[in-house]
C-alpha cells in the first residue's frame, strides 16, 4: 500500500517525538515540520532529513495527514485549517481548549468526511493492553495521577494537563452516562489549578474517585478497578497491570497464574486466583501513531475518535467549573 504522506505542526518536546516516531513507521512518507519557531523547526527538519515549512498552509498543501503538537490554545485553529484542506488530523489531547471548539471540531470532521483522532496516549499503554482480554465492567475506580511540577504544562489546569488521561479511561470503561459530580482543587504554584480531586457518579451506580496533581514529590500513574469477581490494578508508569480475580472450574488459567485459595463447598467451589497478564513490548506514542495512519489507510474508526475527545473534555470542564463553586446540568 502507498504510503502516506505526513507531517507535523507543532514541534516542542512533544512533537519532536512525534517526528521522530513518524520518521520510523514503514507506512508513512514524513514530509516535513512546521512550528512558529523557524529555528527550531529547522533544527528538527535537520534531524530527520525532511523540510522545514514557514506556514500551517504550507505544509498542509503537502501532506495527506497531519499530527497537532502545538500548544492546546492553538489546537482547534490548526485542526480547523487542516479539515478545511481536506487534510487527516492527529491533535494531541485535549482535543481543543473549549467543548464549544471540540463540538465544531466535530462537526467539520464529518462534513469534510476527515478521520480524526486525539491522542490520549494511555490507551496505548501496555498494562492497560494487556487486560484486552478480560471483561471490565468496573462499579469503583480508583486513580492517581501525580507529577512533578514542570512549567512546560501549566498553560491549562492539571484537569486538562493531567486528569484527561484518567477521564478518558474511565468512560471508555464505564459504559454510562455521569449522574453527577463532586470536585475541589486549588492552584499552588501557577495561575491554574495545580491540585485536583474529583468524585464521578454514574446511573449505572460507578463511582470514580480521580486525583490528579502536578506538584508531587513522586511521580504516579496508578488505577484501580473494583468489579464483582475481581481487582484490578493498572501501573501506567511501569507498564504492568494486576488481577485478583474468582476463576470457576471451567475457567482456564492463564500464564503466569498463582493459586491463592479457594471458596464455597461442595460442588460448587471457585479458586481465588492472582494473574499478571503479559504485556507486550510497544512504543505507546509510535503505536498510536501506527493506529492513525492505518485508520485513514483503511477508512476505518480511529482507535480515539473526536467524538470520544469531546466527551473527555466536556467532563473534564464539568469537573473544573464544580471546582470554581458553578452550578452544572448534567
Known sequence: MKR??????????????????????????????????RA?????????????????????????????????????SLARCAMEA????????????????????????????????????????PALLALEKYSLQPMFIESHRLAQFNPRGTDVAVVLDL???????????????????????????????????????????????VTASRISQKKMRKMRLFQKDAYISVDFSE?????????????????????????????????IVYERPEVMEVNALEYELERFIHAVQHDEEPAVTAEEGLRALRLAHEIMARIQGQTIVL
Do not use: W, Y
Open 4 to 37: 502516506l504522506r505526513v507531517g507535523v505542526i507543532g514541534v516542542g518536546h512533544l512533537g519532536s517525538l512525534h517526528a521522530k516516531m513518524f520518521s520510523g513507521i514503514p507506512s508513512a512518507e514524513f514530509i516535513g515540520v512546521m512550528d512558529s519557531d
Open 86 to 125: 481536506g487534510v487527516h488530523v492527529f491533535v494531541e489531547k485535549p482535543i481543543a481548549s473549549t467543548v464549544a471548539q471540540a463540538e465544531l471540531l466535530v462537526n467539520l470532521a464529518r462534513e469534510r468526511k476527515v478521520k480524526v483522532q486525539v491522542g490520549h496516549i494511555e490507551r496505548f499503554n
Open 239 to 271: 507498564g504492568v497491570a494486576e488481577v485478583f480475580r474468582l476463576r470457576s472450574g471451567d475457567d482456564t488459567a492463564e500464564k503466569n497464574t498463582l493459586l491463592l485459595g479457594e471458596i464455597g463447598s461442595g460442588a460448587v467451589k471457585r479458586t
Open 163 to 209: 486528569m484527561i488521561h484518567d477521564i478518558d479511561i474511565i468512560v471508555s470503561l464505564v459504559h454510562s452516562p455521569v449522574a453527577g459530580i463532586e470536585a475541589n482543587g486549588v492552584a499552588v504554584v501557577s495561575d491554574t489549578i495545580d491540585i485536583a480531586n474529583a468524585r464521578i457518579r454514574f446511573e449505572n451506580g460507578c463511582v470514580a474517585n
Open 40 to 76: 527550531r523547526a529547522g533544527s528538527v527538519a535537520k534531524e530527520f532529513g525532511v523540510t522545514a515549512f514557514s506556514t500551517p498552509g504550507e505544509i498542509l498543501g503537502r501532506v495527506e495527514a497531519v499530527s497537532i503538537a502545538a500548544p492546546t490554545s492553538e489546537h482547534f
